[in-house]
């Protein structure tokens, strides 16, 4: 079990009349990739910058190492951050840039000279020294900002949606290079997004975040696999959602028919949202299936087809590598561990 | 927009007439002996550059260079911090202070000079509410505190123009990075505000380099200014051989230093932003 770095007890912080978080807690391990994800307005950024510093809680305690830094300024904590729209200094080239933070500290200059060279190397901008960060593209100002944090060390980076502006490709590619980074450096990097695949594919824990809530907290695997409520199955990845009741354990009713599923433990009739990841549904003829629908529309995703199939009045999603005809008859299979079921949330 | 062309025609032909025609003419003058009647006869000459030779008219330049970089130095040590604190401010505030800035230059400058000779007499309505005699009309006091009173809104208002677009964030990122308030403002602040700094410093050095109303006022005629000179030389038209000869080379010298310092502003300011 890895080490608690930061963790956030009781943070109250209003601005104004809004209070965007409430007796929030959360705790962060050492050299751990989590991401905060929700839409906008959840209190993510809010979050990350009250582990910067660059705003402090109204109530509560955030602790660093075992230390309560709510005093510290930005410039006391061993945290550095990489900002939305990058905040590269346009007064400077890319080498006094990255070398910023070094000069501060006073370090001898042959030492930032190799720092910022292996720096540069790690990010991919070798024989970018001289550059003025304006003639830049998108993405190797991004490198920068990248380059400018990490080469302080710090034990935590802070990435404030860091690829919002970089076109969908190059945002892959630095996904991945991100990821790869905090590997071969081992600093905790704490990210904060509303992009549902950004946070699916480099985090090591996500964390949802809504109305300066936390949802869930899990993996990838565990937050798409078994979401807690409605808001969680929607938010990552595409669903179908359908109102229900459990009949009984391991037996549950929507959509007019009763299925076999994996829950128990819930009361009699007891009302919940049943999600079904369109991917989870398989075709067979429709003699020997218990869902039977006409295909309404089709689309070409590339990898797959993205399908509506109406079921008595009920639109089901499906994501198929198998074409169908608009019109045809089809039937549908899922299988019990591919019905998640969720308690209905209880509206304030 | 195209349509719109014709319309700006009148104004071009003021420019020419009003702007480019005397310029010419003051070269013309400036390197011949010829009065203005008999341009037809020009030949090409140096003799009015003896101007510079004369102590009296060496006394003024020196004067006016001297006053006008101790007038930008102080504007500079005392305008930057304004135009700092302003920026701080909230939006209203902030709307209040430099509408105070303002509001005095909506005031003819006779006028404001009129005000502050009562201020240095002896024996005005000033000595009399505040029960303080400051009678220092006539000397190089009163026109130093009289040039900063006339030209330090011009220091302030380039640098708050380019600190209040600063972007907050590359102050946050400095401070992310470890530096403290004094290092970000030396690395960061100050050298992004550099363009509104030549802006402040060219827009309070040129008028107070080339004033000739405010040495007249507040110096008596005692303190001898570039200024003054050049309008001397040209009412005295007529009356002192080649004098409207001299007073033009004076102001083309002047002129050059326009012109330098138009270049280098557009040079520190490539969009204009600090110029108002």
Not at chain 1, 280 to 294: L, N
């Amino acid at each position: 079990m890895s080490k608690k770095l930061i963790e956030l007890k009781h943070i109250k912080k209003s601005f104004g009349d809004l209070t965007v978080l409430d007796d929030f807690n959360l705790y962060i391990n050492e050299n751990e990739f989590i991401t905060l994800l929700g839409p906008s307005g959840c209190g993510k950024t809010t979050c990350l910058r009250l582990i910067g510093g660059f705003e402090s809680p109204d109530e509560g305690s955030i602790v660093f190492d075992g230390k309560i830094i709510n005093d510290l300024e930005p410039n006391q904590r061993e945290i550095n951050t990489c900002f939305q729209k990058y905040a590269l200094f346009p007064h400077l080239n890319v080498f006094d840039n990255v070398a910023f933070g070094l000069r501060i500290k006073k370090v001898p200059k042959a030492e930032i000279e190799d720092r910022v060279k292996s720096t540069l190397k790690l990010v991919k901008l070798e024989g970018y020294s001289n550059r003025m960060v304006s003639t830049l593209s998108g993405g190797q100002q991004q490198r920068v900002a990248i380059a400018r944090a990490i080469i302080n060390r710090p034990k935590v980076l802070l990435l404030d949606e860091p690829l919002g502006a970089l076109d969908l490709k190059l945002r892959q590619e630095m996904q991945y290079e991100l990821k790869e980074m905090q590997r071969q450096l081992g600093i905790t990097f704490i990210y904060v997004t509303h992009d549902q695949e950004e946070a699916l594919t480099m985090s090591d824990i996500i964390v949802i975040m809504n109305e300066g809530n936390i949802l869930q907290i899990g993996s990838p695997e565990d937050i798409y696999n078994e979401p807690k409520n409605r808001f969680v199955a929607q938010f990552i990845g595409e669903s179908n959602i359908f109102d229900g009741t459990m009949v009984d354990d391991y037996l549950v009713k929507f959509c007019g028919r009763e299925f076999k599923c994996v829950d128990k433990g819930f009361e009699e009739n007891e009302p919940v949202d049943v999600v079904i990841r369109p991917e989870d549904f398989d075709f067979v003829p429709p003699s020997k299936a218990k869902i039977v629908g006409v295909v309404d529309s089709l689309i070409f995703k590339g990898v797959h087809y993205e399908i509506n199939i109406i079921v008595d009045g009920h639109e089901y999603t499906i994501h198929t590598t198998r074409y169908r005809e608009i019109g045809d008859k089809v039937g549908l299979v899922v299988e019990p561990q591919n019905i998640h079921i969720m308690k209905k949330e209880i509206k304030q | 927009m195209r349509r719109l062309r014709p319309y700006s025609i009148p104004y071009f032909i003021w420019m020419a007439i009003f702007v480019l025609v005397p310029t010419i003419l003051l070269l013309f003058l400036a390197f011949s002996d010829l009065n203005l009647y008999r341009l037809s006869a020009f030949e090409f000459r140096f003799s009015n550059f003896t101007i510079f030779s004369e102590p009296f008219i060496q006394r003024a330049l020196f004067n006016s260079f001297f006053y006008a970089l101790i007038v930008t130095l102080i504007s500079f040590l005392v305008g930057y911090p304004v135009a700092f604190y302003i920026t701080t401010l909230q939006e209203k505030k902030k709307k209040f202070l430099i509408a105070l800035l303002i509001l005095p230059l909506w005031t003819n400058m006779l006028v404001r000079l009129t005000a502050w000779e009562r201020i240095f007499s002896a024996n005005s309505i000033f000595s009399d509410v505040f029960g303080l005699q400051i009678p220092i009309l006539g000397t190089e006091l009163a026109v130093v505190i009289g040039l900063l009173a006339m030209y330090l809104p011009f220091m302030i208002f380039p640098i708050f123009s380019v600190l209040d677009k600063l972007d907050t964030k590359l102050i946050e990122a400095s401070k992310d990075l470890g530096a403290s308030d004094t290092q970000t403002f030396l690395r960061v602040i100050f050298p992004l505000s550099l363009g509104g700094v030549v802006s402040g410093f060219i827009m309070t050095f040129l008028p107070s380099l080339t004033t000739f109303a405010l040495p007249e006022v507040l110096g008596w005629r005692k303190v001898p200014m570039i200024g003054m000179e050049i309008q001397k030389k040209f009412i005295l038209e007529g009356l002192q051989p080649f004098s409207i000869n001299q007073g033009a080379l004076i102001s083309i010298l002047i002129m050059l230093f326009s012109i330098a310092s138009f270049v280098l502003i557009t040079k520190v300011d490539k969009e204009g932003e600090t110029l108002i």
